[in-house]
C-alpha cells in the first residue's frame, strides 16, 4: 500500500477522502490492533466510546472484539465505509464541526486514531478540550511524536505506550485527561 501522507500533501485530507473514502486502510491496522489489546484494561468501556476520526472502523470493529459493547463511530469522510464495514450508523462531525459546538453526547472513552496531528496547530487545544468536555479520557493513536497535548496547559498525559512496524516505525498510544 503507498504512503498516504504523500497524497495528503497533494490535496489535503479532504480532497484525498473525497476520492478514496470507500477504498481507505489504515496501514499500520496491525500496531493499532496491538496497542488495542495491550491496553483495553485502561479503557473505560462502561458506557458509550467514541472512535473518533474512525476511517474504516478498524478500531471500533477490535474494541468490540475485545468487548466493548458500545462502539459509536464518527467520521465526516469515510462515514460510508464505516457503516458498510461496522454495521451501525456513523456520526459526521469534523474537527472543525467539534471545534465550534462540541459534541452533544458523553462518552466514557474517546479515541482517536491516526487523524490527530492533521488539525491545524491554531485549533488543536480548542479540538482537544472539547473533545475532553464530551469524556473524561481521549486516546490519540499516532505515527508521529506529534500531536503532544501535554504541552497545553491544563490537560496531562496520563499514560502512554508505543509499538514497532517489522521495519522499526513507532506507532503511539497516548491517553489524555484534563489536569
Given at each position: 500500500m503507498p504512503s498516504i501522507r504523500p497524497l495528503y500533501d497533494e490535496f489535503g485530507a479532504e480532497g484525498y477522502y473525497q476520492s478514496h473514502a470507500d477504498s481507505y486502510e489504515n496501514p499500520h491496522v496491525d500496531q493499532i490492533e496491538k496497542l488495542l489489546e495491550r491496553n483495553f484494561h485502561r479503557f473505560d468501556c462502561s458506557g458509550a466510546v467514541l472512535d473518533f476520526s474512525a476511517g474504516g472502523g478498524e478500531v471500533s470493529a477490535k474494541l468490540l472484539q475485545l468487548g466493548a459493547s458500545n462502539v459509536v463511530g464518527c467520521d465526516p469522510f469515510t462515514f460510508g465505509l464505516y457503516e458498510k464495514k461496522i454495521g451501525s450508523p456513523c456520526l459526521r462531525f469534523s474537527f472543525k464541526d467539534v471545534i465550534r459546538n462540541g459534541l452533544p453526547d458523553t462518552y466514557t472513552l474517546i479515541i482517536c486514531s491516526f487523524a490527530m496531528h492533521l488539525c491545524p496547530p491554531k485549533d488543536l487545544f480548542s479540538l482537544v478540550?472539547?473533545?475532553?468536555?464530551?469524556?473524561?479520557?481521549?486516546?490519540?493513536?499516532?505515527?508521529?511524536?506529534?500531536?503532544?497535548?501535554?504541552?497545553f496547559q491544563g490537560i496531562e498525559m496520563a499514560w502512554s505506550d508505543v509499538v514497532e512496524n517489522e521495519r522499526g516505525k513507532k506507532v503511539r498510544m497516548k491517553a489524555y485527561k484534563t489536569a
Open positions: 478540550w472539547n473533545l475532553l468536555q464530551a469524556a473524561p479520557e481521549l486516546v490519540v493513536v499516532t505515527p508521529h511524536k506529534r500531536p503532544e497535548l501535554e504541552r
